[in-house]
């Protein structure tokens, strides 16, 4: 045997001479180690010291914290029953469930389906006048005048692809009542984990036109110095976590996120949007489980929108949609209409209401229909029909909805429309301009960011593509390049 009970303590080199300490055969060593300890015990008390004192120094560890803390610890442990060992129930600790005694497979069809909530039916007239939430005039013209904006900039952004004045894009039609009812009833502070489909979000928070053409354009505006693909926007004065193509590795980073809003005990949410394809990934698994387990004021907002790129949703699940799983996660779950903007915002506002309030995530299922193509590099066409696009579009649409309902009070006409569809049109335009003729990146901006201070790797790498630019310049035209 060549280690002591000594060195676990002190780290002790002594190595094969400390076994005299077991077989107590050598007294120097007996002593040795006894000293050893003694020395480890009084640096811990001088450890602990210190510690104590950085605590008092630190205003910020507020009793209330240490309080919160013992509460989480408190919280799991209140939920373990006591142990009855005479009682002729399932003691199994990882179910609550009763004995049956006749076999009996549950069906994936146990209940008819998860209702859809609704406020408003397609006319646009309330159906429950006690859901109704009564907002102001201006709030519901901002809306409306949100929701217009967005799909006037993804028309003229989707020619410009088609042009080639842009390298990809995607848009949100359909899709335009999640993205403003969920918006609105969030408060400013609250962090945004974005898939790729939630412009509208970040458009209602006040991201200017500017920007979202600067970063399409990947021009010297674009917060992202140019280093993203298109529609992968993201606002740090904002709170909206700046979009990542894979799919789905924002859901187990929200729930990072949550979990540390739960432990500054702020009153905050984070929100993370995904699609249904993406509620497939491994990683919503994580997320799921994980914002459950910890208690993290989490709003998981999933857009059904019928298809995952090519793939219909009856080819993705055979279970009664996403919402369905919340409950098997320890979720609160509900499902909605995605295409009335104020069933959207009830169901959020009372989801972040009660995530502040109980430390709890939530899970909205918000059924829509996605009317554009998936991409520019899509084309719908070869895998749903015609007929089936324009139902939703001409019929079933978020936006021909709410107008329904401000018309029906006055609020909105024909010389409105007119004037806010050339409005509008007029402010996408001026921006898109703009950003055509901006300048690019400077090119140096390529290796930035990495490292506090450039590291020579990184340096050899820049002077070996400054080589390459000056060896071939007739390639690389560098005056549209800032300097």
Known sequence: MNVCVGCVVCYCPAGAQCVAVIRGKNKQTQRHSLDVKMAAARGLTKLYRIGLHAIRQNTTLKATTFLQQRAFRLN????????????????????????????EFIQPNVISGIPVYRVMDRQGQIINPSEDPKLPKEMVLNFYQKMTLLNTMDRILYESQRQGRISFYMTNYGEEGTHIGSAAALEPTDLVFGQYREAGVLMYRGFPLDLFMAQCYANADD??????????????????????SPLATQIPQAAGAAYAVKRENLNRVVICYFGEGAASEGDAHAGFNFSATLECPLIFFCRNNGYAISTPTNEQYRGDGIAARGPGYGLMSIRVDGNDVFAVYNATKEARRRAVAENQPFLIEAMTYRIGHHSTSDDSSAYRSVDEVNYWDKQDHPISRLRHYMTARGWWGEDEERAWRKQSRKLVMEAFEKAEKRLKPNPELLFTDVYDEMIPPIAKQRDAMWRHVQQYKEHYPLDLYEK
């Open 76 to 103: 799991g442990a209140l939920r373990q029953q006591p142990f009855d060992s005479s009682a002729e129930k399932p003691q199994f600790p990882g179910a609550s469930a009763e004995f049956i005694d006749h076999l």
């Open 223 to 244: 917060l992202g110095k140019g280093r993203q693909m298109p529609v992968h926007y993201g606002s740090k004065d904002l709170n909206f976590v700046t979009i990542s």
